[in-house]
């Protein structure tokens, strides 16, 4: 009996293994498609000989995309709206997600704070409010209309404040007696002991912020402050070239428009393939040990 159930588990991870591999296939495959385009010629291309491996390489994509201005701009846009934004975010889903894992004797009306946050996350004010609201602030084309009407994410703060409730009580009521106060608590217990959650949400939403492109399209009516996703957006979903120079139009009629439009997503994700490696190993112990009682 008992070999008959090793074999059945070792079938079982088989099975698993070989259902994991093909997910991961599904996914990286469009990926290498997109990268073998972005370095093929534009016969290969109009022929459609390009699948997983570039055909008569060539970097001519990448060279118009390293020349293109309004590209350089929407990235250096981006950046500034990741850290800005991420900066932003991080420093109020701590000071939001404290109060709100502490118990009902310490904090009295937790419950019903933390229900108004919920619920608006389940309903919002509306699209034409809220652009409303960013334009009578004089929001508009600025880097703060993409940060702040998005400040305090909702779903990251319960993530963070289950992570919290999570932490040995133990040393906060040690900390209490010392004669520390909430903000040294919080300094020099609750921080360092939540950096693995405090990394994972804030991949969460560096990723949310670099990929976000509709705030982009209704806050900037000029678009030279397009972020990268918006940018992208216009160009190669919308195939919008209104905002192309002659001089560019003239040197992307010699190229094949999927060429430069993979070379350009590709170079949009690289920054996220760079910065997730360092996070990922986060991802289990900042989420499931909160969850996980010993």
Known sequence: ?????????????????????????????????????????????????????????????????????????SIGVSFERVLLGTAINMLLIVLTSYPLSKEKEQFRFRTGYAWIFVFTMLFSG?????????????????????????????????????FMRSLPKELMEAGLIDGAGHWTLLRRIVVPLSLPALATVGLFVIVGHWNEWFAGLIYMNNPQHYPLASYLQTVVVRRDYSQMDPTELAILSQLDDRAVHAAQIFLGALPIFCVYPFLQRYFLTGIVMGSVKE
């Open 1 to 73: 009996m008992v070999e008959q159930r090793t074999w059945r588990h070792s079938l079982s991870l088989i099975l698993i293994h070989l259902f994991l591999a093909l997910l991961a296939l599904l996914c990286i495959l469009p990926l290498v498609n997109v990268l073998a385009v972005s370095f093929s010629s534009i016969k290969a291309i109009q022929s459609m000989q390009v699948s997983l491996w570039p055909v008569e390489f060539t970097i001519k994509a990448y060279r118009f995309v390293a020349g293109n201005d309004a590209f350089i701009r």
């Open 126 to 162: 509306g699209l034409v409010p809220t652009y409303l609201v960013v334009k009578q602030l004089g929001l508009m084309d600025s880097i703060w209309a993409l940060v702040l009407p998005g400040a305090v994410p909702v779903f990251n703060v319960i993530l963070l404040l289950n």
